[in-house]
């Protein structure tokens, strides 16, 4: 290749990736078994090839580095690694192949899938132990330098205290795609989520953070693409630091870094918190058949679990054909780097781990003490945000609700399953059911975990929405193209009448109790709250439970609200903000008797129907749908942020999962005992200045599978 001259000084290995200091770049990158790294710098994301090729000569500690005087923000570049070609070994260099840098901060363009992508000659008869001589520098994207400087003000992380959040899940672009409100060519960006149709639907629902699914750069698989479908919700990361330009009004030359950074600073201003949903489990290489894009190219032996002894093939947590190797100190760094660059330069307020069992495995078995926990807590940075973990992946005994260490909270898997098995009339959840609405003690209290160390759901971006939940008694992922094999079966029969849309006025009043029954026990419950977006504005994927490879109306919100959409969502907004208003519903510490003016108060008393507490065979028998729970206000026993006591009202809260109407018996623990009615989910909305006042003892009529919210008033 003819090239001009470039001058070159040695640079320096740190800090990693590219960084410009007004005169030029400094390029460095960690390699440990390669024998020679190539830099090479195009002239645009389109290039077929690099207009030079650097070789870089220094070395340092297995980083790679070199400085290029005049270059500026803007440049393109990518790397070519050598060493050897091994794959039983674990070596897979093969510098035909252009790689992107695992420290870019910025990627442009998109991967054009061939044959070429391959380090070995797709259909030879060695597989991947032949060698692909081909160049792909034409079908890669390209990483691209940014310039880091933003005018932040005054902003910083928001630090909204754990019992104070109520956390929405969203994807950037399903929020806005068909907004009629926002711009045509706002939509699907960051930009948009700040547009004001969308910021005020947000503040005005209440949540006071925001979690993104994945927005690192990320793969569309060939298989997909081949399909006629596309990898959309991005669990399939690419660059760990780099923000998705198709998320971008603007890609050109690492401007979308400004737009992420204008989002976050927007929001922040609004006092919505931005959480990331991040995937460091695996990269988007896949198995051993998978392409070579990145890491595999730099150094495979030191970024990816290897099988011990056969070493050209992958130990897979994740299913998704590859598992990151946290044992490596290199993999370990990256991943906290990473962490600490959207903290501090992006100003996030914390992230969600997907897969996060298959980060704590430090040889085969989930290590609660391991590297990496350990470093994420003496992290002077990162264990001062929000770490959420999706506590389980696909290895042997990957579930691992409840066993995550203090500082993390979880995805609480057994509260969505308790809460959904209760409200659809399943015989004897109610044990479960108690533990699960009270910040589930069972799995938290006993490693000095507090409440809000589960994070409820019911609904999430995988799985059903919740209009579909109580909609559908199958999934139907037929667009998926996989004869509906996909997804999970977790649905079963609602006993909510016809599948799918229905004219039925019975069948749809039905659903839209149970929509608001299982978001009134959401939002009742101790522990962090996530709302699945859309949820609020019955969001329908028409029955599709997994609906990853849709990037078309199947995720997208659609925003022509009708009446019963009107509803839900003025009975979400109601609910947030009753709970807002009741700190005895986001407790800070379990329940447990209190010594209060010389006796003890029970914070919290459950009762049967006939008003009567209940006994331990009221636990055990299967049949019991229907209970009440009393939290007492006035023994909450915690205090505000300026050390005064903290007093609520004392709530009861009447559950019927029966099938039938039922009569309640109000408790009378005091003489004078008078309960003030709240909310009724037979109903759509709170109407309590239209309540009559009931005195302890007397009776409540409640329909089938609903549930109400009483006062206690004051004494005569």
């Not at 078995?365 to 001062?384: G, Y």
């Not at 006993?495 to 299982?518: F, H, I, M, W």
């Not at 699945?532 to 599709?544: A, F, H, K, L």
């Not at 005992?673 to 309590?688: A, E, K, M």
Request: glycine share 8%; aromatic share 10%.
């Amino acid at each position: 290749m003819e090239q001009r001259p470039v001058r070159t000084w040695p640079g320096h290995p740190y800090p990693l990736g590219a960084t410009w200091d007004g005169e030029g770049i400094n390029f460095a990158l960690f390699s440990e078994n390669a024998t020679a790294v190539e830099l090479c710098l195009f002239d645009g994301p389109d290039a077929p090839k690099e207009s030079h090729r650097i070789r870089l000569e220094e070395r340092t500690d297995q980083i790679w580095h070199v400085y290029v005087p005049g270059l500026w923000p803007g440049q393109h570049y990518g790397y070519r690694v050598h060493g050897p070609y091994e794959p039983e070994e674990g070596y897979r260099f093969n510098p035909n192949k252009m790689v992107v840098d695992p420290y870019a901060k910025s990627i442009t363009g998109r991967i054009d899938w061939s044959d070429v992508m391959f380090g070995y000659r797709i259909g030879d008869p060695q597989a991947d132990l032949s060698f692909d001589e081909r160049d792909n520098a034409a079908n890669m994207p390209k990483c691209v330098v940014i310039d880091s400087a933003f005018t932040w003000g005054g902003d910083s992380q928001l630090k909204t205290p754990w019992e104070k959040t109520i956390i929405y899940e969203v994807h950037v672009k399903s929020i806005t795609a068909q907004h009629p409100d926002v711009p045509e060519r706002m939509r699907g960006t960051y930009a948009a989520l700040t547009t004001p149709a969308v910021l005020d639907h947000l503040v005005d629902l209440g949540i006071t953070a925001v979690e993104l699914l994945p927005v690192h750069r990320f793969v569309r698989d060939r298989n997909l693409e081949d399909r006629g479908l596309t990898n959309y919700w991005g669990y399939n990361t690419l660059g760990f630091f780099a923000p998705d330009v198709r998320y971008a009004v603007s890609p050109v030359r690492g401007r979308h870094v400004r737009e992420f950074k204008t989002m976050v600073k927007t929001l922040h201003s609004a006092g919505i918190e931005v959480i990331l949903d991040v995937v460091y489990n695996h990269t988007a290489e896949g198995s051993h058949l998978g392409p070579t894009l990145c890491f595999r190219g730099i150094d495979n032996a030191c970024y990816y679990k290897l099988v011990s002894g056969d070493e050209r093939y992958y130990v897979d947590y994740t299913g998704c054909g590859n598992t990151l190797n946290v044992r490596h100190p290199r993999t370990l760094q990256l991943i906290m780097d990473s962490l600490r660059y959207w903290v501090l330069e992006m100003h996030v307020d914390g992230f969600r781990f997907d897969l996060a069992s298959a980060l704590a495995r430090e040889l085969h078995e989930v290590d609660r003490l391991s590297a990496f926990f350990d470093i994420l807590h003496q992290d002077p940075v990162l264990s001062q945000v929000k770490l959420i973990a999706e506590p389980w992946d696909v290895g042997e005994g990957g579930y691992q609700v409840g066993n995550f260490p203090v500082g993390w909270a979880e995805w609480n898997g057994k509260y969505r399953d308790s809460i959904r098995r209760y409200v659809k009339g399943d015989g004897g959840q109610v044990a479960e059911l108690a533990y699960r609405l009270t910040g589930s003690s069972d799995l938290y209290e006993g490693s000095g975990r507090r409440p809000f160390a589960s994070v409820n759901f019911v609904t999430a971006h995988d799985g059903f929405t919740l209009h579909d939940l109580v909609s559908h008694n199958s999934k139907h992922n037929e667009a998926n193209r996989e004869d509906n094999r996909d997804g999970t079966d977790d649905n079963l029969s609602w006993n909510c009448g016809a599948e799918g849309p229905t004219s039925d006025p019975a069948v749809t009043e039905l659903r839209e109790r149970q929509k608001r029954n299982l978001v009134a026990l959401l939002l009742l419950s101790q522990g962090v709250p996530m709302i699945s977006g859309g949820d609020e504005i019955s969001r329908t994927q028409q029955g599709n439970n997994n609906a990853y490879c849709q990037d078309n109306e199947i995720s997208w919100y659609d925003w022509k609200v009708d009446q019963a959409k009107r509803d839900l969502l003025s009975f979400v907004r109601d609910m947030i903000a009753f709970r807002k208003q009741h700190p005895v519903l986001r407790r800070r510490r379990f329940f447990q008797g209190r010594r209060l003016r010389g006796s003890m108060v029970k914070d919290l008393a459950w009762f049967r129907p006939d008003g009567k507490e209940m006994s331990d065979q009221d636990w055990d028998a299967g049949y019991v749908r229907s209970l009440a729970l009393r939290l007492a206000g006035d023994a909450i026993a915690e205090t505000d942020e300026k050390g005064r006591p903290i007093i609520d009202d004392t709530l009861l809260i009447l559950l019927n999962a029966h099938h039938r109407p039922l009569t309640f018996t109000l408790p009378a623990h005091k003489r004078g005992v008078r309960w003030q009615p709240l909310l009724d989910t037979s109903s759509t909305s709170f109407h309590p200045e239209k309540a009559r006042l009931i005195r302890g003892g007397k009776h409540y009529e409640i329909q089938a599978r609903s549930l109400a919210i009483l006062r206690l008033l004051p004494q005569d």
